[in-house]
C-alpha cells in the first residue's frame, strides 16, 4: 500500500474538477447565442433578451458574487425572473445578491416544504456534508445565504412565459435531487437547462440515497423525469456542471440511463420477491455492459439498497429479531473479545484478513476490538491498514466513497494521536491556543524538540483557529518546534 493518510485527496475526480472550476474563471462562457455560464458548485445561467435577462439558478453565496461580475460584463439588461432547479444550497444560496424588487424568483410548489425541512436538520445535512465535500467547496459562509429570499411565484407541473422573443417552459421534474427540482426548456433553441437532475455527471449512475444523508429519491420517478427530457428530443442540455450537444448523441444516452436504472430497479424488485437479501442484492446486481452508466457519483450497488428501503422501509428482516429494538451488535463487543482471548487476538487476525486481501472482514473485526478496547493503538494501525487497502480496491474511483474512507482513515490517525498524546502528556507541553484541533483536544509539542508522539503535524486556518493532523490533503506541514504559519 503506497498511498498515505496524508496523500488522499480528490484529485483525478471529474466531480471535484467541476465543483472547484469557477475559481478561476475570469469571464462569462456564452454556451449559446446569448446564454452565458458562471461556473461553480452549481453553475449559473443568464439568458439574454431585449427586454431583459432570465436568470437560472443563483449558485452558492460565493458563486454569486463572482457570478454577478462575470454576467454584469455580457449584459447591462436587468434580470425579470430567477428561477430555481432545486432546493440545494448550490442554487439559492445566492439569490439576495440577485435580488430586487423588480425581479421575481420562480420555484416549484414544494420548494418551501424542502427549504423548511433542510432548515430543521441543518447541524445533520452540514455534518455530513462537511465530512464529504468540506475541502471541495470551501467554507460554510461562501455557501449559505445570510438571508432568506423567498418565491415570488410557485408553480406546479407547468409554468411558461415569454420574455423578449424567448419563450420559457418550467417543468417538474420530481424524480431530481429534490423534490422541487424542475428543468427550463427553450423550445426555440432546443435547449433545456437540467439542473442537476442526472446529479453532476451526464451518463453517471444517480445517486439515489446520498451519503450525506438527504431524502431518498424514487428510481422510477428519476426514470419518469428522464423519460420527460427525452420527449423534448433537446439538441443541447446545459446541467449543474456539463454542456452536452448533439440531438442523436443525448437521445442515445438519455435512452441508456433510462434502461439502466430500469433495470437495476426491476432486478432488484424481482430479488426482494425471490426473499434474497438486501445485501446480497448489492453484492450481485450489475449492469449488462450495454447498459453500463459511470459510477464516479452514484454506484449501482447503493442504489439498490436505495430501492430496497423505497419499498420496504428501515427494516431488515434478514438482521434478525435485533434490528427491532435499540440494543446493538456493538454491545456484546467486550463479550466476543473475551471470548476471543483479548481484542489483540481480534487485531491479530484482522491483519490476516488484510494480508489476505479482505479489508472489509478486518473492519468488521476491527468494529469490535476497537468499541472493547478503544484505547488500542495497535487496533488503530490495523484499522489504518485495512481503509487504505479499501481505498487500493476500488474505493477511490466513486467520489463519496472515496471521501469517506480518507475521513476514517483521518478520524483513526486523530484518535491515535489522542492516545500517544495522553500517554506522552508529562513530557508534551500543550501547542498556543491559535493552534487547536477541530476536536478541541490540543495537540502537543515536545520540550526537547523531539517528537515522541504518534503523527503530531498541524495546521492552523487564520481566524477559525483550526487545526488538523498530517493526514488533510491541504494541510501545511508544521514538524518539530512549532511556529504560527504566516498568510493564514
Avoid at 461562501?142 to 418565491?151: F, G, K, S, Y
Avoid at 428530443?233 to 452536452?244: R, S, V
Wanted: proline share 5%.
Amino acid at each position: 500500500m503506497t498511498e498515505s493518510a496524508g496523500s488522499i485527496s480528490c484529485e483525478g475526480l471529474k466531480v471535484a474538477d467541476m465543483v472547484q472550476s469557477g475559481k478561476g474563471q475570469t469571464e462569462a462562457i456564452e454556451r449559446a447565442p446569448g446564454i452565458y455560464e458562471s461556473r461553480g458548485i452549481g453553475n449559473s445561467y443568464l439568458i439574454t433578451t431585449s427586454e431583459g435577462d432570465v436568470l437560472v439558478n443563483a449558485g452558492t453565496l460565493g458563486d454569486a458574487r463572482r457570478g454577478r461580475e462575470l454576467f454584469s460584463r455580457v449584459s447591462s439588461g436587468p434580470i425579470r425572473h430567477i428561477v430555481l432547479t432545486q432546493s440545494h444550497a448550490n442554487q439559492f444560496g445566492g439569490l439576495e445578491v440577485y435580488k430586487t424588487d423588480e425581479n421575481r424568483v420562480i420555484a416549484h410548489r414544494n420548494y418551501p416544504e424542502d427549504r423548511q425541512y433542510g432548515e430543521a436538520l441543518m447541524a445533520h445535512y452540514r455534518r455530513g456534508s462537511t465530512r464529504i465535500f468540506g475541502g471541495m467547496t470551501g467554507s460554510v459562509d461562501d455557501v449559505m445565504p445570510t438571508r432568506e429570499v423567498a418565491p415570488d411565484i410557485l408553480i406546479d407541473g407547468f409554468h411558461a412565459f415569454e420574455l423578449g422573443g424567448r419563450r420559457f417552459e418550467i417543468i417538474w421534474t420530481p424524480g431530481g435531487e429534490t423534490r422541487s427540482a424542475v428543468i427550463v426548456w427553450l423550445p426555440r433553441e432546443r435547449i433545456a437547462i437540467v439542473g442537476n437532475l442526472f446529479g453532476p455527471l451526464f451518463g453517471n449512475h444517480p445517486n439515489l440515497n446520498t451519503m450525506r444523508a438527504d431524502k431518498p429519491r424514487s428510481a422510477l420517478q428519476f426514470v419518469a423525469s428522464v423519460k420527460t427530457v427525452q420527449s423534448l428530443n433537446p439538441e443541447q442540455i446545459l446541467t449543474g456542471h456539463e454542456d452536452i450537444r448533439g440531438a442523436g448523441h443525448i437521445q442515445r444516452e438519455l435512452a441508456r440511463i433510462v434502461d439502466s436504472v430500469q433495470w437495476v430497479h426491476d432486478r432488484t424488485i424481482e430479488g426482494m420477491n425471490a426473499g434474497v437479501d438486501v445485501r446480497t442484492l448489492m453484492r450481485e446486481i450489475r449492469t449488462p455492459p450495454g447498459l453500463a452508466l459511470t459510477e464516479e457519483y452514484g454506484k449501482v450497488s447503493w442504489n439498490v439498497r436505495a430501492i430496497w428501503h423505497e419499498y420496504s422501509g428501515w427494516f431488515d428482516p434478514s438482521r434478525g429479531t435485533t434490528e427491532l429494538y435499540g440494543v446493538p451488535a456493538s454491545s456484546v463487543a467486550p463479550a466476543i473479545c473475551e471470548l476471543a482471548g483479548g481484542a489483540e487476538r481480534l487485531v491479530e487476525k484482522s491483519r490476516e484478513f488484510v494480508a489476505a486481501g479482505n479489508p472489509l472482514e478486518a473492519l468488521h473485526l476491527l468494529d469490535i476490538a476497537l468499541v472493547a478496547e478503544p484505547g488500542s493503538i495497535s487496533g488503530s494501525e490495523a484499522r489504518k491498514q485495512a481503509l487504505m487497502l479499501l481505498l487500493e480496491q476500488g474505493g477511490s474511483d466513486n467520489l463519496w466513497e472515496r471521501m469517506w474512507i480518507a475521513a476514517e482513515i483521518r478520524d483513526t490517525a486523530l484518535a491515535g494521536s489522542r492516545r500517544d498524546i495522553e500517554a506522552n502528556g508529562r513530557r508534551c507541553r500543550p501547542l498556543p491556543s491559535w493552534c487547536r484541533s477541530t476536536a478541541g483536544v490540543s495537540l502537543a509539542q515536545p520540550r526537547s524538540g523531539s517528537w515522541p508522539c504518534r503523527e503530531e503535524y498541524v495546521r492552523c486556518r487564520g481566524p477559525r483557529r483550526r487545526a488538523a493532523l498530517r493526514s488533510s490533503t491541504r494541510a501545511p506541514v508544521l514538524r518539530g518546534p512549532s511556529r504560527r504559519p504566516t498568510g493564514s
